[in-house]
């Protein structure tokens, strides 16, 4: 199936803008250049994203890439809480789909710092448990998890250029079913 792209990807400026003055923006300086966008916080939510033009629709993921998508858990009586809409970065491949870090599980200020420290060890070699584990910790163990292509709502995902990774992530578009977000968070 080939890429799909609805709309030209809002954030263009916002990319240009954070590339003339200091590329490491704060997380309060992205959820401004959203409010400036017209979009307003509170008025994101996944289905506005998924449409938005952020990024190009495909049918599955690739290592070292990030996805936003729809899912719906294989266990989801055991689990806690889980969200229905998560943000990953894929590591590792399985038959039946793959391990990835679900930025959502972490506040937005720790999302920042993970994303940071996750781009880091894509350059200097390659993602995997053992150096994620080994560079984040706690960060890692909360947020990994395993999600099976069987239960990814239409087989959808909506892949995130590298270059609005930073906006991306302080969307507020986590959908955490039975908990808040807040009890999610690390």
């Not at 996944?46 to 996805?67: D, E, H």
């Not at 940071?116 to 910790?137: C, D, F, P, R, Y």
Request: proline share 6%.
């Amino acid at each position: 199936m080939p890429p799909l792209r609805s709309n030209p990807n809002p954030f263009v400026h916002m990319r240009e803008s954070a590339l003339k003055g200091n590329p490491s923006r704060s997380v309060r300086w992205y959820q401004d250049q959203i409010r400036k966008l017209g979009m307003g916080l509170r008025h994101i939510n996944p289905q506005r994203v998924m449409t938005s033009g952020l990024g190009t629709g495909l049918n599955g993921v690739k290592i070292g890439q990030m996805f936003l998508y729809y899912y719906h858990p294989k266990h989801e009586k055991r689990l806690p809480h889980w969200d229905a809409f998560p943000l990953v970065i894929p590591f590792r491949m399985t038959d039946d789909g793959f391990y990835g870090v679900n930025f959502h599980y972490l506040n937005p200020n720790d999302r920042m710092a993970f994303l940071k420290t996750v781009m880091l060890i894509q350059k200097s070699g390659g993602l995997n448990w053992e150096v994620l584990k080994a560079h984040a910790g706690t960060f890692a163990e909360h947020c990994v998890k395993r999600y099976l292509y069987s239960h990814v709502k239409n087989q959808y995902f909506l892949k995130i250029e590298q270059e609005d990774w930073k906006t991306t992530i302080m969307l507020p578009v986590e959908q955490f079913v039975k908990e808040t977000k807040y009890s999610a968070y690390l």
